[in-house]
């Protein structure tokens, strides 16, 4: 019984990580703020270094500020159509004060990119389409949110019913990128 069920949720990930895609086009149903609160809630279970947790969230869902988020974000307009845009941001003070530069450069992002990703494949779990956005301007963003120097935005995440059904990009074969015992140019 407990196998069967393991093999279930087993499925139910590899679903999950492989199915995800990265989504553009949203029907502007509303997010309840519940849903919103479970996505955080399983975003923070992601490991972190020292267990500092150093991730701060921000849903946005004046529409004045998705806009603006829109334009920090190079104009890439599909951000201002979800009902909610999340910001997530690197709490770099909270890890360099246990780690150091390490910690401010490199641990509290890798943490923040983990829950990131709880978060993207909860939200496909839950129905809801999302899109890790990178390209934007962080400084143009800050004002935007009030967001203090100590954290750094990472992502925005535009979060909806999904209004697109995309094809799933290539991935690089794992003959090409897995490498035993020492690295090997392919
Ligand atoms: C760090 C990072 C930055 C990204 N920035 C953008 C972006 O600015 N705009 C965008 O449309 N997609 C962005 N993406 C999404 C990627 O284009 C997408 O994940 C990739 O093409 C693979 O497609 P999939 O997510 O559907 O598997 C970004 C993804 C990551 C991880």
């Known amino acids: 019984m ?13 679903e999950a ?53 829109a334009r920090a974000a190079l104009g890439q307009r599909f951000i201002a159509e979800a009902p909610v845009v999340l910001v997530v941001c690197a709490d770099t003070w909270r890890s360099a004060s246990v780690y150091g530069l390490r910690g401010e450069s490199l641990y509290c992002i890798q943490d923040t990119a983990a829950a990131i990703q709880n978060l993207l494949l909860t939200a496909y779990s839950m129905g809801y389409g999302t899109c890790w956005v990178g390209a934007f301007n962080e400084e143009t963003v800050r004002p935007v949110l009030n967001i203090p120097r100590r954290l750094r935005p990472v992502a925005i995440i535009p979060i909806g019913v999904p209004g697109e059904s995309p094809s ?3 991935r690089r074969p794992v003959s090409q990128i897995l490498h035993w015992d020492a690295y090997r140019e392919v």
Request: hydrophobic residues 40%; proline residues 12%; positive net charge.
């Open 168 to 170: 799933p990009p290539p």
């Open 17 to 69: 990580i492989k199915g995800r895609r990265s989504i553009r086009a949203y029907r502007p149903n509303p997010i309840p703020s519940e849903d919103v609160e479970r996505l955080i809630d399983c975003a923070r279970w992601a490991p972190s270094a020292g267990n500092l947790q150093p991730w701060e969230f921000i849903a946005v869902t004046q529409e004045s500020k998705k806009l603006e988020l």
């Open 2 to 14: 407990l196998v069967i069920s393991l093999w279930g949720v087993w499925l139910e990930l590899l």
